[in-house]
């Protein structure tokens, strides 16, 4: 199957700026994922980037996409509390997505 | 508008039991998904429903069955419960729109198989 990476854990200061990186290896995926997850609930959507594509942004969230090196990332500006969660990275082929193992993000003031 | 709801919340069985894991969706999606998410391990696809009438294996699918009811409901079934799948299941559901396939993730049924 489709292997996609992420370093397992960010410890970030409140306000600054976190950024989150992915690795994937299907050359084909036409969509690429960001999820949050908060503490014993399911996985919401964040945003999302078409393949041809190189950067979207969305208030907070900016993701770039570097088709050649297959290296995603996801940069959330000013850092919250409400910002610690585990976030995950996940490429889109043939109906299905493959995630990655999820980064954990810790918030501290 | 419920979005994916997931039945039940929680549950423990003992080595050898049975159970099915309900999940249902109201956004006449056409594709359903379960996942089972481990610590470490992201979610992993155990199996999906590309449309009505149509099953299809993912990576994990082992130990399960699942059956899609109707374009509402994707069940999964677990026929002799193993301490290997105490874990977290989620189902999903997806169809194309503005953001591709998004799937849509219900709350998750965390399972301890003893």
């Known amino acids: 199957g489709e292997d996609v990476e992420q370093s397992l854990f960010l410890s970030v200061r409140e306000g600054d700026s976190s950024v989150i990186n992915c690795t994937y290896t299907d050359s084909s995926s036409t969509y690429l994922y960001w999820y949050k997850q908060e503490p014993g609930a399911g996985l919401q959507l964040l945003t999302y980037i078409f393949s041809n594509m190189d950067m979207k942004q969305d208030q907070r969230l900016t993701v770039l996409l570097n088709k050649k090196d297959k290296h995603l990332s996801l940069r959330i500006a000013d850092t919250q509390t409400g910002d610690s969660a585990i976030y995950f990275c996940?490429?889109?082929?043939?109906?299905?997505?493959?995630f990655g193992a999820g980064t954990t993000v810790t918030v501290r003031a | 508008n419920a979005g994916v709801t997931q039945t039940p919340k929680f549950q423990v069985l003992k080595t050898g039991q049975s159970m099915t894991l309900q999940c249902a969706q109201d956004m006449n999606h056409n594709s359903m998904y379960w996942y089972r998410q481990d610590p470490g391990m992201g979610l992993r696809l155990i199996y999906y429903?590309?449309?009505?009438?149509?099953?299809d294996k993912g990576e994990v699918p082992n130990g399960y069955n699942v059956s899609r009811l109707n374009k509402r409901e994707f069940s999964l079934r677990l026929e002799s419960a193993a301490p290997s799948q105490t874990s977290v299941y989620f189902c999903?559901?997806?169809?194309f729109g503005t953001g591709g396939y998004e799937q849509y993730f219900g709350p998750g049924t965390r399972l301890t198989v003893t």
């Open positions: 996940a490429d889109f082929n043939d109906y299905k997505l493959s």
């Open positions: 999903a559901s997806s169809d």
């Open positions: 429903s590309a449309s009505e009438g149509t099953t």
